[in-house]
């Protein structure tokens, strides 16, 4: 069974940073990635990674957020520094997989994310 479980999110000052994690399990994942969503919103990249390392971000990350991954422990990672308001969100790991031909995608639970100005 395929499982994506994130962790890391909390509560923290603008200026501050968070460290999210995700553990995947069940199957090997290709393209990896964070996305969020903030209430009222509609879900929206953050960043993404692929097996090879290629990594592509959204604006609102650029130089504030670092996706990377670990491939032997099968967990991608966001660290997020210098956080403001406007990231508070709910951010969900998201993998995809490509089993007997067919491309399958994965999202986990989400983990709350909130900046305190």
């Known amino acids: 069974q395929v499982q994506l479980v994130e962790s890391g999110g909390g509560l923290v000052q603008a200026g501050g940073s968070l460290r999210l994690s995700c553990a995947a399990s069940?199957?090997?994942?290709?393209?990896m990635g964070w996305y969020r969503q903030a209430p009222g919103q509609q879900r929206e990249l953050v960043a993404t990674?692929?097996?090879?390392?290629?990594?592509n971000y959204a604006d609102s990350a650029k130089g504030r957020f670092t996706i990377s991954r670990d491939a032997a422990k099968n967990t991608v990672y966001l660290q997020m520094n210098s956080l403001k308001p406007e990231d508070t969100a709910v951010y969900y790991c998201n993998a995809d997989s490509v089993i007997r031909q067919r491309q399958y995608n994965y999202w986990g639970q989400g983990t709350q994310v909130t900046v305190s100005s």
């Open positions: 069940g199957t090997t994942f290709n393209n």
């Open positions: 990674i692929t097996w090879g390392g290629y990594t």
